[in-house]
């Protein structure tokens, strides 16, 4: 069954703060050295596909991402202050502006259980460090590097190219990152002519389209970026 085929209205877009199929759980920041499952035990964290998507907030992280973000938006202001883009380019950078550095840093594995098998992926937290659960959204998020987020309701069958044309309506659209909870951003070719079209989506995903002022370099160093937020 090809999503694009039916009615949008199936599809339901928001602008508004994504719904969640349940409450994130509290953190928990580390006073003296400690293994990541450790912490993540400690939070009660002991069921990541129900639980949600965990991350390490490592403090030693801030002041660069703080750093990275004040450079990158410095270079999209530059870059595009005389393009036909402007504007839109404005609004994404005034929606940027207003989310928080996080201090998130990647791990590949997340789920406790696997960490005790597998120690050599169980980071050690420093103190200051700490551990957050956030809920998996039961939406997608399509990132417009011409402005704010838009919404949409996941559905199980549905492609990147079904959410883009939920948020995006007649755009068209070559290339998108996508970042899934809990993984790195991954290349997405959507075009007529080039179409993964099987990619599909996990809840709480990041369906990001680029400012295209950037050169190449700068875009991956802006998805690295928003896949900490």
Known sequence: ?????????ILSVSFAVAPVWAADLPGATVSKQLRFSDA?????YTWPAIQGHAQWIRKSNFAD????K??????????????????GIAAFVSWWLAQPVTGAEWVPETDPSQLALHP????????????????????????D?????????FLPRATVRDYLA?????????????VNPGQQPRRVDVGAWNADDEMLAMPGSWIILLPPVLTEVDQSALVQALATL
């Open 1 to 9: 069954m090809n999503l694009r085929f039916l009615p949008w209205a």
């Open 40 to 44: 993540l035990l400690q939070a009660g």
């Open 65 to 68: 991402q703080q750093n990275e």
């Open 70 to 87: 004040r450079a990158l938006i410095q270079l999209l202001q530059e870059q595009s202050r005389l393009s036909p883009m402007h504007d």
């Open 120 to 143: 050599e992926l169980d980071p050690w937290l420093a103190a200051g460090d700490s551990v957050k659960v956030v809920a998996l959204p039961a939406s997608i998020a399509v990132l």
């Open 145 to 153: 590097g011409l402005g704010a987020p838009c919404s949409v309701s």
């Open 166 to 178: 939920a948020c995006l309506p007649g755009r068209s659209v070559d290339t998108v990152q996508i």
